[in-house]
Protein backbone atom coordinates (compact mmCIF):
# COMPACT_ATOMS: atom_id res chain seq x y z
CA UNK A 1 0.00 0.00 0.00
CA UNK A 2 1.22 3.56 -1.06
CA UNK A 3 -0.06 6.43 0.62
CA UNK A 4 1.07 10.11 -0.42
CA UNK A 5 3.90 8.66 -1.97
CA UNK A 6 5.13 6.27 1.17
CA UNK A 7 5.43 2.80 1.19
CA UNK A 8 2.97 1.01 4.20
CA UNK A 9 4.33 -1.52 5.79
CA UNK A 10 2.99 -3.80 9.02
CA UNK A 11 -0.28 -3.33 8.33
CA UNK A 12 -1.54 -6.01 10.31
CA UNK A 13 -0.52 -4.43 13.56
CA UNK A 14 -3.08 -3.97 16.00
CA UNK A 15 -3.55 -0.42 16.64
CA UNK A 16 -6.40 -0.34 19.10
CA UNK A 17 -6.02 -2.84 21.30
CA UNK A 18 -10.25 -2.74 22.85
CA UNK A 19 -11.62 -2.57 19.56
CA UNK A 20 -8.83 -4.98 17.10
CA UNK A 21 -8.20 -1.81 14.57
CA UNK A 22 -5.36 -2.92 12.78
CA UNK A 23 -2.94 0.21 11.02
CA UNK A 24 -4.04 -0.80 7.59
CA UNK A 25 -7.70 -0.34 8.21
CA UNK A 26 -6.22 2.85 9.79
CA UNK A 27 -4.43 3.81 6.52
CA UNK A 28 -7.38 3.04 4.41
CA UNK A 29 -9.49 5.46 5.89
CA UNK A 30 -6.86 7.68 5.84
CA UNK A 31 -6.82 7.23 1.75
CA UNK A 32 -9.88 7.74 1.85
CA UNK A 33 -10.11 10.93 2.93
CA UNK A 34 -10.43 10.87 6.53
CA UNK A 35 -8.05 13.81 8.24
CA UNK A 36 -8.64 13.73 11.88
CA UNK A 37 -8.48 11.81 14.47
CA UNK A 38 -12.20 12.23 15.20
CA UNK A 39 -13.56 11.09 11.93
CA UNK A 40 -11.09 7.89 12.08
CA UNK A 41 -12.72 7.32 15.60
CA UNK A 42 -16.28 7.42 14.48
CA UNK A 43 -15.44 5.49 10.73
CA UNK A 44 -13.25 2.60 12.95
CA UNK A 45 -14.43 2.72 16.78
CA UNK A 46 -10.56 3.12 17.38
CA UNK A 47 -10.26 4.53 20.62
CA UNK A 48 -14.06 4.18 21.96
CA UNK A 49 -13.72 0.71 23.80
CA UNK A 50 -12.59 0.34 27.47
CA UNK A 51 -9.31 2.43 27.32
CA UNK A 52 -10.59 5.26 25.87
CA UNK A 53 -7.72 5.91 23.49
CA UNK A 54 -5.13 5.81 25.61
CA UNK A 55 -3.23 3.46 23.19
CA UNK A 56 -4.12 3.86 19.85
CA UNK A 57 -4.72 7.81 20.20
CA UNK A 58 -0.92 8.49 19.95
CA UNK A 59 -0.24 5.77 17.31
CA UNK A 60 -2.89 7.13 15.17
CA UNK A 61 -1.50 10.91 15.44
CA UNK A 62 1.50 9.31 14.50
CA UNK A 63 0.30 8.45 11.30
CA UNK A 64 -1.51 11.43 10.14
CA UNK A 65 1.63 13.45 11.24
CA UNK A 66 3.57 11.74 8.93
CA UNK A 67 1.30 11.29 6.22
CA UNK A 68 0.59 15.17 5.99
CA UNK A 69 3.85 15.98 7.25
CA UNK A 70 2.72 17.92 10.19
CA UNK A 71 4.57 18.22 13.55
CA UNK A 72 2.48 15.78 16.08
CA UNK A 73 1.98 18.94 18.61
CA UNK A 74 -0.50 20.25 15.85
CA UNK A 75 -2.57 17.09 15.33
CA UNK A 76 -5.81 17.91 16.21
CA UNK A 77 -6.94 15.79 19.51
CA UNK A 78 -10.48 14.17 20.03
CA UNK A 79 -12.07 15.58 23.78
CA UNK A 80 -11.09 13.47 26.29
CA UNK A 81 -14.38 12.48 28.06
CA UNK A 82 -15.29 11.14 31.80
CA UNK A 83 -15.80 9.02 33.76
CA UNK A 84 -11.37 8.84 33.58
CA UNK A 85 -12.06 4.40 34.05
CA UNK A 86 -14.63 2.57 33.48
CA UNK A 87 -17.29 3.01 36.33
CA UNK A 88 -20.22 0.47 37.60
CA UNK A 89 -23.78 1.96 36.90
CA UNK A 90 -24.89 -0.05 40.47
CA UNK A 91 -21.66 2.61 42.18
CA UNK A 92 -23.02 5.52 40.23
CA UNK A 93 -26.83 4.48 41.12
CA UNK A 94 -25.90 4.03 44.87
CA UNK A 95 -24.32 7.03 45.31
CA UNK A 96 -27.26 8.72 43.59
CA UNK A 97 -29.37 7.50 46.20
CA UNK A 98 -26.86 8.82 48.98
CA UNK A 99 -26.91 12.18 47.57
CA UNK A 100 -31.04 11.78 47.35
CA UNK A 101 -31.06 10.11 51.35
CA UNK A 102 -32.86 7.42 49.21
CA UNK A 103 -29.90 5.08 49.95
CA UNK B 1 -14.50 25.53 -3.24
CA UNK B 2 -15.61 27.69 -5.82
CA UNK B 3 -16.65 31.10 -5.42
CA UNK B 4 -20.33 30.84 -6.55
CA UNK B 5 -22.80 28.03 -5.97
CA UNK B 6 -26.46 27.03 -6.87
CA UNK B 7 -27.32 26.21 -3.29
CA UNK B 8 -24.95 26.29 -0.45
CA UNK B 9 -25.93 24.31 2.62
CA UNK B 10 -24.82 25.38 6.07
CA UNK B 11 -24.09 22.54 8.77
CA UNK B 12 -22.60 18.47 7.96
CA UNK B 13 -24.99 17.06 9.81
CA UNK B 14 -27.31 14.28 8.74
CA UNK B 15 -30.20 16.75 7.65
CA UNK B 16 -27.62 18.49 5.90
CA UNK B 17 -25.65 15.69 3.90
CA UNK B 18 -29.28 13.73 3.09
CA UNK B 19 -30.56 17.19 1.60
CA UNK B 20 -27.51 17.58 0.00
CA UNK B 21 -28.09 13.94 -1.71
CA UNK B 22 -31.07 14.36 -2.42
CA UNK B 23 -30.46 17.38 -4.11
CA UNK B 24 -28.03 16.30 -6.40
CA UNK B 25 -30.18 12.74 -7.43
CA UNK B 26 -32.65 15.64 -8.64
CA UNK B 27 -30.17 16.83 -10.91
CA UNK B 28 -29.37 20.01 -8.42
CA UNK B 29 -25.55 18.89 -8.00
CA UNK B 30 -23.73 22.62 -8.16
CA UNK B 31 -24.23 22.18 -4.02
CA UNK B 32 -22.18 23.19 -1.21
CA UNK B 33 -21.93 21.76 2.51
CA UNK B 34 -20.00 24.03 4.63
CA UNK B 35 -19.35 22.05 7.91
CA UNK B 36 -17.89 24.38 11.01
CA UNK B 37 -16.29 20.96 12.68
CA UNK B 38 -16.00 17.24 10.86
CA UNK B 39 -19.45 16.23 9.38
CA UNK B 40 -21.31 14.63 12.30
CA UNK B 41 -19.33 16.81 14.77
CA UNK B 42 -22.40 18.42 16.31
CA UNK B 43 -25.75 16.76 17.50
CA UNK B 44 -25.88 14.06 14.51
CA UNK B 45 -23.09 12.20 16.01
CA UNK B 46 -23.92 12.85 19.49
CA UNK B 47 -27.52 11.72 19.39
CA UNK B 48 -29.12 8.36 20.56
CA UNK B 49 -29.64 7.33 16.53
CA UNK B 50 -32.37 5.64 17.49
CA UNK B 51 -35.29 4.98 15.02
CA UNK B 52 -38.68 4.92 15.99
CA UNK B 53 -42.21 4.66 13.86
CA UNK B 54 -44.33 4.54 17.25
CA UNK B 55 -45.52 8.04 17.29
CA UNK B 56 -48.28 9.44 18.45
CA UNK B 57 -49.20 12.14 15.44
CA UNK B 58 -49.95 11.19 11.40
CA UNK B 59 -46.95 13.99 10.45
CA UNK B 60 -44.22 11.99 12.43
CA UNK B 61 -45.73 8.48 12.05
CA UNK B 62 -45.08 9.29 8.28
CA UNK B 63 -41.76 10.71 8.67
CA UNK B 64 -40.44 8.27 10.64
CA UNK B 65 -42.24 5.53 8.61
CA UNK B 66 -40.79 6.51 5.65
CA UNK B 67 -37.83 7.36 7.22
CA UNK B 68 -37.36 3.62 8.15
CA UNK B 69 -37.29 2.24 4.89
CA UNK B 70 -35.07 4.38 3.57
CA UNK B 71 -32.73 3.37 6.21
CA UNK B 72 -32.94 -0.41 5.69
CA UNK B 73 -31.54 0.05 2.24
CA UNK B 74 -28.99 3.05 2.44
CA UNK B 75 -26.08 1.44 2.00
CA UNK B 76 -27.65 0.80 -2.09
CA UNK B 77 -29.59 3.53 -1.61
CA UNK B 78 -26.45 6.28 -1.64
CA UNK B 79 -24.14 3.53 -2.94
CA UNK B 80 -21.81 3.45 -0.02
CA UNK B 81 -19.37 0.78 1.00
CA UNK B 82 -19.50 0.55 4.55
CA UNK B 83 -22.42 -0.29 6.72
CA UNK B 84 -24.99 1.76 8.06
CA UNK B 85 -25.58 -0.25 11.26
CA UNK B 86 -28.97 -0.44 11.01
CA UNK B 87 -30.48 -3.12 14.19
CA UNK B 88 -34.25 -3.71 13.66
CA UNK B 89 -34.68 -5.07 17.41
CA UNK B 90 -38.00 -2.99 17.93
CA UNK B 91 -38.64 -0.24 20.69
CA UNK B 92 -40.50 -1.32 23.58
CA UNK B 93 -42.48 1.78 25.05
CA UNK B 94 -43.17 1.37 28.45
CA UNK B 95 -46.27 3.36 30.07
CA UNK B 96 -46.13 4.25 34.25
CA UNK B 97 -49.53 6.40 34.13
CA UNK B 98 -52.95 5.24 33.76
CA UNK B 99 -52.95 8.51 31.27
CA UNK B 100 -49.96 7.16 29.32
CA UNK B 101 -51.33 3.98 28.71
CA UNK B 102 -54.42 5.18 27.42
CA UNK B 103 -52.46 7.71 24.99
CA UNK B 104 -50.41 4.72 23.96
CA UNK B 105 -53.67 3.22 22.89
CA UNK B 106 -54.74 6.67 20.82
CA UNK B 107 -50.91 6.03 18.92
CA UNK B 108 -51.46 2.37 18.29
CA UNK B 109 -54.84 3.40 16.28
CA UNK B 110 -52.68 6.71 14.54
CA UNK B 111 -49.80 3.97 14.00
CA UNK B 112 -52.31 1.10 12.27
CA UNK B 113 -54.00 3.49 10.05
CA UNK B 114 -50.64 3.88 7.88
CA UNK B 115 -49.60 0.18 8.41
CA UNK B 116 -46.68 0.52 10.91
CA UNK B 117 -46.87 -2.91 13.05
CA UNK B 118 -47.03 -2.05 16.31
CA UNK B 119 -48.98 -3.96 19.43
CA UNK B 120 -49.78 -3.43 22.72
CA UNK B 121 -48.05 -6.24 25.25
CA UNK B 122 -49.34 -6.60 29.50
CA UNK B 123 -45.93 -6.75 32.01
CA UNK B 124 -46.14 -11.00 31.03
CA UNK B 125 -45.64 -9.78 27.57
CA UNK B 126 -42.90 -7.30 28.00
CA UNK B 127 -41.10 -9.48 29.93
CA UNK B 128 -41.02 -11.89 27.00
CA UNK B 129 -39.67 -9.16 24.86
CA UNK B 130 -37.01 -8.46 27.63
CA UNK B 131 -37.03 -10.65 30.05
CA UNK B 132 -35.05 -9.41 32.68
CA UNK B 133 -37.33 -5.90 33.00
CA UNK B 134 -38.10 -4.87 36.18
CA UNK B 135 -42.17 -3.99 35.60
CA UNK B 136 -42.81 -2.87 39.01
CA UNK B 137 -45.35 0.46 38.45
CA UNK B 138 -45.67 0.07 34.92
CA UNK B 139 -49.32 -0.59 33.47
CA UNK B 140 -48.28 -2.16 29.99
CA UNK B 141 -46.11 -1.43 27.35
CA UNK B 142 -46.16 -0.94 22.96
CA UNK B 143 -43.82 -2.79 21.24
CA UNK B 144 -42.85 -2.52 17.36
CA UNK B 145 -40.33 -4.51 15.70
CA UNK B 146 -39.56 -2.85 13.09
CA UNK B 147 -38.09 0.59 15.13
CA UNK B 148 -34.61 0.37 15.97
CA UNK B 149 -30.82 2.26 15.40
CA UNK B 150 -28.67 3.07 13.25
CA UNK B 151 -25.04 4.48 13.23
CA UNK B 152 -25.21 8.09 12.82
CA UNK B 153 -21.80 8.05 11.51
CA UNK B 154 -21.89 6.34 8.55
CA UNK B 155 -25.54 7.03 8.02
CA UNK B 156 -24.76 10.79 7.51
CA UNK B 157 -20.94 9.63 5.64
CA UNK B 158 -22.99 7.76 3.34
CA UNK B 159 -24.93 10.74 2.36
CA UNK B 160 -22.15 12.50 2.12
CA UNK B 161 -19.60 10.26 -0.32
CA UNK B 162 -22.80 9.72 -2.40
CA UNK B 163 -23.72 13.92 -2.88
CA UNK B 164 -19.95 13.84 -3.27
CA UNK B 165 -19.84 11.42 -6.40
CA UNK B 166 -22.89 13.27 -8.08
CA UNK B 167 -20.98 16.30 -8.02
CA UNK B 168 -21.87 17.96 -4.41
CA UNK B 169 -18.89 19.93 -2.42
CA UNK B 170 -18.33 19.37 1.25
CA UNK B 171 -15.96 21.80 2.79
CA UNK B 172 -15.40 20.71 6.57
CA UNK B 173 -13.86 23.20 9.08
CA UNK B 174 -15.08 26.22 7.68
CA UNK B 175 -17.44 28.53 10.12
CA UNK B 176 -19.87 30.66 8.41
CA UNK B 177 -19.29 34.48 9.88
CA UNK B 178 -21.88 36.54 7.66
CA UNK B 179 -24.79 36.42 5.30
CA UNK B 180 -25.35 38.79 2.82
CA UNK B 181 -29.00 40.18 1.39
CA UNK B 182 -29.89 41.84 -2.03
CA UNK B 183 -32.92 43.31 -3.05
CA UNK B 184 -34.83 40.81 -0.85
CA UNK B 185 -32.58 38.07 -1.78
CA UNK B 186 -30.02 35.77 -0.32
CA UNK B 187 -26.91 36.51 -2.26
CA UNK B 188 -23.66 35.89 -0.12
CA UNK B 189 -22.53 33.14 2.82
CA UNK B 190 -19.10 35.04 4.42
CA UNK B 191 -16.97 32.27 5.87
CA UNK B 192 -13.51 32.08 7.63
CA UNK B 193 -12.31 30.11 4.30
CA UNK B 194 -13.80 32.97 1.74
CA UNK B 195 -17.17 34.47 0.69
CA UNK B 196 -19.53 32.12 -1.31
CA UNK B 197 -22.10 33.42 -3.35
CA UNK B 198 -25.60 31.20 -4.10
CA UNK B 199 -28.71 31.45 -4.78
CA UNK B 200 -30.33 29.28 -2.28
CA UNK B 201 -29.07 28.98 1.21
CA UNK B 202 -29.92 26.13 3.30
CA UNK B 203 -29.92 26.57 7.34
CA UNK B 204 -29.75 22.90 8.80
CA UNK B 205 -27.33 24.03 11.38
CA UNK B 206 -29.64 22.68 14.63
CA UNK B 207 -29.16 24.07 17.37
CA UNK B 208 -27.40 27.44 15.98
CA UNK B 209 -30.16 27.62 13.27
CA UNK B 210 -31.13 30.87 15.36
CA UNK B 211 -27.95 32.36 15.64
CA UNK B 212 -27.61 31.75 11.72
CA UNK B 213 -30.93 33.58 11.25
CA UNK B 214 -30.39 36.16 13.39
CA UNK B 215 -27.63 36.91 10.99
CA UNK B 216 -30.01 38.18 8.08
CA UNK B 217 -32.44 39.53 11.37
CA UNK B 218 -34.86 36.87 10.93
CA UNK B 219 -35.94 35.94 14.33
CA UNK B 220 -36.69 31.92 14.51
CA UNK B 221 -37.89 30.11 17.66
CA UNK B 222 -35.65 27.39 17.65
CA UNK B 223 -33.48 27.10 20.94
CA UNK B 224 -30.21 24.68 22.36
CA UNK B 225 -31.63 22.57 24.89
CA UNK B 226 -28.41 20.23 26.19
CA UNK B 227 -28.69 16.06 26.70
CA UNK B 228 -26.63 13.72 27.86
CA UNK B 229 -25.83 10.52 27.10
CA UNK B 230 -23.16 7.82 27.97
CA UNK B 231 -22.01 4.01 26.96
CA UNK B 232 -20.90 1.19 28.11
CA UNK B 233 -18.25 -1.45 27.30
CA UNK B 234 -19.83 -3.80 25.12
CA UNK B 235 -21.09 -7.13 27.29
CA UNK B 236 -22.70 -10.31 25.81
CA UNK B 237 -26.10 -9.35 24.32
CA UNK B 238 -29.43 -9.35 26.54
CA UNK B 239 -31.44 -7.12 25.31
CA UNK B 240 -32.85 -6.91 21.48
CA UNK B 241 -35.07 -3.62 21.56
CA UNK B 242 -34.97 0.08 23.01
CA UNK B 243 -36.20 0.62 26.33
CA UNK B 244 -37.71 3.50 26.20
CA UNK B 245 -40.12 5.81 29.03
CA UNK B 246 -41.20 9.15 28.70
CA UNK B 247 -42.90 9.42 31.72
CA UNK B 248 -39.23 8.48 33.64
CA UNK B 249 -37.60 10.62 30.37
CA UNK B 250 -35.21 7.34 29.86
CA UNK B 251 -34.03 5.39 26.50
CA UNK B 252 -31.55 2.32 27.02
CA UNK B 253 -30.40 0.35 24.17
CA UNK B 254 -27.91 -2.12 23.91
CA UNK B 255 -26.04 -2.01 20.11
CA UNK B 256 -24.81 -4.66 18.18
CA UNK B 257 -21.59 -4.19 19.04
CA UNK B 258 -22.49 -5.25 22.33
CA UNK B 259 -22.17 -1.87 24.04
CA UNK B 260 -25.15 -0.53 26.24
CA UNK B 261 -25.93 3.67 24.87
CA UNK B 262 -28.48 5.23 27.30
CA UNK B 263 -29.86 8.43 28.03
CA UNK B 264 -32.54 10.54 30.00
CA UNK B 265 -34.38 13.95 29.32
CA UNK B 266 -34.02 16.87 32.19
CA UNK B 267 -37.30 18.72 32.15
CA UNK B 268 -35.17 21.32 33.48
CA UNK B 269 -32.48 21.97 31.75
CA UNK B 270 -32.04 25.49 30.54
CA UNK B 271 -31.86 26.99 27.13
CA UNK B 272 -27.74 26.97 26.13
CA UNK B 273 -25.37 26.01 24.27
CA UNK B 274 -23.88 23.72 26.82
CA UNK B 275 -22.54 20.75 25.94
CA UNK B 276 -20.47 19.34 28.93
CA UNK B 277 -21.14 16.36 30.42
CA UNK B 278 -21.76 16.24 34.47
CA UNK B 279 -21.09 13.92 37.23
CA UNK B 280 -25.24 14.84 38.41
CA UNK B 281 -26.16 13.31 35.10
CA UNK B 282 -24.19 10.38 35.41
CA UNK B 283 -25.56 9.18 38.89
CA UNK B 284 -29.08 10.25 37.98
CA UNK B 285 -29.12 8.55 34.67
CA UNK B 286 -27.54 5.14 36.45
CA UNK B 287 -30.19 5.74 39.06
CA UNK B 288 -33.29 6.12 36.44
CA UNK B 289 -32.28 2.81 34.59
CA UNK B 290 -31.23 0.41 37.15
CA UNK B 291 -34.71 0.62 38.60
CA UNK B 292 -36.17 -0.12 35.41
CA UNK B 293 -33.51 -2.75 34.52
CA UNK B 294 -31.68 -3.60 37.55
CA UNK B 295 -29.75 -6.04 35.08
CA UNK B 296 -27.19 -3.19 34.27
CA UNK B 297 -25.99 -2.76 37.52
CA UNK B 298 -22.83 -4.27 37.09
CA UNK B 299 -22.18 -2.58 33.19
CA UNK B 300 -19.43 -0.07 33.18
CA UNK B 301 -19.94 3.27 31.43
CA UNK B 302 -16.89 4.26 29.77
CA UNK B 303 -17.73 7.33 28.34
CA UNK B 304 -20.45 10.01 28.83
CA UNK B 305 -20.99 12.65 26.47
CA UNK B 306 -23.80 15.76 25.91
CA UNK B 307 -25.17 17.36 22.81
CA UNK B 308 -27.36 20.08 21.50
CA UNK B 309 -31.61 19.09 21.02
CA UNK B 310 -32.52 21.89 18.49
CA UNK B 311 -36.04 22.43 19.92
CA UNK B 312 -39.00 24.42 18.44
CA UNK B 313 -41.86 25.43 20.73
CA UNK B 314 -44.37 22.64 19.53
CA UNK B 315 -41.43 20.17 19.23
CA UNK B 316 -41.20 19.73 15.31
CA UNK B 317 -38.70 20.67 12.55
CA UNK B 318 -39.45 24.12 11.01
CA UNK B 319 -38.72 24.45 7.62
CA UNK B 320 -39.48 28.19 6.61
CA UNK B 321 -38.32 30.66 4.13
CA UNK B 322 -37.17 33.79 5.59
CA UNK B 323 -39.41 36.65 4.31
CA UNK B 324 -36.80 39.27 4.00
CA UNK B 325 -34.34 37.12 1.66
CA UNK B 326 -36.22 34.61 -0.28
CA UNK B 327 -34.13 32.03 -1.17
CA UNK B 328 -32.64 31.60 2.75
CA UNK B 329 -34.18 28.24 4.38
CA UNK B 330 -34.35 26.89 7.55
CA UNK B 331 -34.78 23.21 8.23
CA UNK B 332 -34.45 22.87 11.97
CA UNK B 333 -36.15 22.26 15.15
CA UNK B 334 -36.10 19.07 15.14
CA UNK B 335 -36.52 18.69 19.24
CA UNK B 336 -34.47 15.17 19.52
CA UNK B 337 -35.85 13.38 16.64
CA UNK B 338 -33.96 14.55 13.72
CA UNK B 339 -31.93 11.88 13.09
CA UNK B 340 -34.91 9.00 12.82
CA UNK B 341 -36.96 11.62 10.11
CA UNK B 342 -34.06 13.23 7.98
CA UNK B 343 -34.22 10.78 4.87
CA UNK B 344 -37.90 11.81 4.30
CA UNK B 345 -37.60 15.06 5.57
CA UNK B 346 -34.93 16.04 2.96
CA UNK B 347 -36.36 14.07 0.20
CA UNK B 348 -39.69 16.60 0.82
CA UNK B 349 -37.40 19.59 1.01
CA UNK B 350 -35.64 18.27 -2.34
CA UNK B 351 -39.05 17.87 -4.28
CA UNK B 352 -40.48 21.31 -3.12
CA UNK B 353 -36.84 23.32 -4.47
CA UNK B 354 -37.32 20.98 -7.81
CA UNK B 355 -40.31 21.56 -8.00
CA UNK B 356 -41.47 18.19 -7.74
CA UNK B 357 -44.60 17.07 -6.34
CA UNK B 358 -45.27 15.68 -2.37
CA UNK B 359 -47.93 14.07 -0.61
CA UNK B 360 -47.15 15.90 2.45
CA UNK B 361 -47.29 19.54 2.52
CA UNK B 362 -44.07 21.42 3.60
CA UNK B 363 -46.22 24.64 4.45
CA UNK B 364 -47.73 23.14 7.24
CA UNK B 365 -43.69 23.17 8.37
CA UNK B 366 -43.76 26.87 8.55
CA UNK B 367 -42.61 29.25 10.99
CA UNK B 368 -46.22 30.66 10.31
CA UNK B 369 -47.61 27.69 12.26
CA UNK B 370 -47.00 30.00 15.95
CA UNK B 371 -49.01 32.55 14.97
CA UNK B 372 -51.95 30.79 13.44
CA UNK B 373 -51.95 28.23 15.76
CA UNK B 374 -52.02 25.35 13.33
CA UNK B 375 -48.87 23.72 15.63
CA UNK B 376 -47.83 20.30 15.01
CA UNK B 377 -48.98 18.19 18.30
CA UNK B 378 -47.23 14.97 19.32
CA UNK B 379 -47.71 12.93 22.19
CA UNK B 380 -45.30 11.22 22.57
CA UNK B 381 -41.43 13.04 23.01
CA UNK B 382 -38.70 12.69 25.13
Redesign the interface.
Known amino acids: MVINGQDIKNQNTIVCRCEDITRGYILKCIEDGY??L??IK??T?AG???C?GRTCRQLIAQELSRIYGVPMEDVLMT?F???VK????????D???E??GKA | MKKSYDVVIIGGGIVGCAIAFELAQRGRRDVLVIEK?????GAT?RCGAGIRQQWGSVLNATLASESTHIFENLEEYTGYN?SCGLNQGGYLLVAYTEKEWQQFHKNLEVQHSLGIDAYAVDLDGAKEIVPHINTEGMYGATFCAKDGHADP??CT?AYAKGAQKLGVDIE?YTTVTGLKVENGRIHMVKTDKGDITAKLVLNCSGGHAAKMAALINEELPIFPERHQIL????VAHIMNPMVMSFHRHFYVQQTP?GSVIMGIGDPTEPVSFNTR?S?QY??????I??QTLPA??????????AGLYDMSPDRNPIINEAKDALGFITVAGFSGHGFMVAPRTAILVANHLTGQEDNLDIKRFSADRYRTGELLLEPSVV
Open positions: KTDERVRMGPQTRPPPISLGALAAYGRE | GYLTSGGFHFTISEPHSWLEENAHVTFRNLRVVRQW
